[in-house]
């Protein structure tokens, strides 16, 4: 018996110690690498196991209206487009050098989540990945039931939408003093100024 259980030990130990040369040698630690289709697979099916099935099943309390929809675009803009992009591509220089990155919401392994599954995640986060707990944890928040509407409509989103949106993005002072020098320029008020849109993005590899 004792034997069996030394044997298990070092079994799992040699698989354990396997699995971490398997991703150091892929690539070591880098976040710039995608995840494996298994890492995948356990992953998600881990997150599932984990919610419990009352939120899971859960059902939004909040009717979608054009108003709870337009909140929803100015919190999303504000908190979640660094990483998920406005358009929930997760096509922004945060969301897709993460790993694992921002996922594409609008394919349909987000879609396939129940709207209780949604909220769970913006809530409480997810463990290990960049995606952050938004809430308290509770099964109420009405903010956080309204971004589930938001995730529901991203196909629905328009360009008028999309550059409210825009406008609502987090920005820094420099950002802020570049644009209003853009704008000083396209104006004519200081014609020596070339206009710099686009200077402050990182050299691509
Ligand atoms: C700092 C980056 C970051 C921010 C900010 C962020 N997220 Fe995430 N989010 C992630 C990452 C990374 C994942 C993927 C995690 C994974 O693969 O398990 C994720 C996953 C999700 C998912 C699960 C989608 C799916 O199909 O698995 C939802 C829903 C979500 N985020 C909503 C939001 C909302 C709403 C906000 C704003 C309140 C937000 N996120 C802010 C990084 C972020």
């Not at 150091?24 to 710039?32: C, D, E, L, V, Y």
């Not at 881990?46 to 009352?54: E, F, G, H, I, S």
């Not at 360009?159 to 320029?185: T, Y």
Request: negative net charge; contains cysteine.
């Amino acid at each position: 018996m004792r034997v069996r259980t030394v044997a298990v030990v070092l079994i799992l130990g040699v698989v354990i110690l396997g699995a971490a040369l398997f991703v150091t040698s892929a690539g070591g630690f880098s976040a710039r690498s995608e995840p494996t289709a298994a890492e995948r697979i356990v992953a998600r099916a881990l997150r599932r196991w984990a919610t419990p099935r009352q939120a899971r099943t859960a059902t939004n309390p909040v009717p979608f209206s054009s108003d709870a929809w337009a909140e929803a675009r100015a919190h999303f803009a504000d908190h979640c487009a660094t990483c998920h992009a406005n358009d929930g591509s997760g096509q922004t220089d945060i969301g897709r050098n993460l790993y694992p990155k921002a996922p594409d919401m609008r394919l349909a392994e987000t879609e396939r989540l129940t709207d209780g599954e949604l909220y769970w995640i913006i809530e409480n986060g997810i463990r290990l990945t960049g995606m952050p707990a938004w809430g308290q944890g509770g099964s109420d928040d009405a903010d956080t039931w309204k971004l589930v509407h938001f995730i529901r409509h991203l196909k629905d989103l328009t360009p008028e939408q999309l550059a409210e949106m825009e406008s609502l993005n987090p920005k820094s002072p420099a950002d802020i003093q570049e644009e209003r020098e853009d704008l000083d320029f396209l104006s004519g008020k200081d014609p020596e100024r070339q206009a710099t849109k686009g200077a402050h993005q990182h050299p691509k590899e």
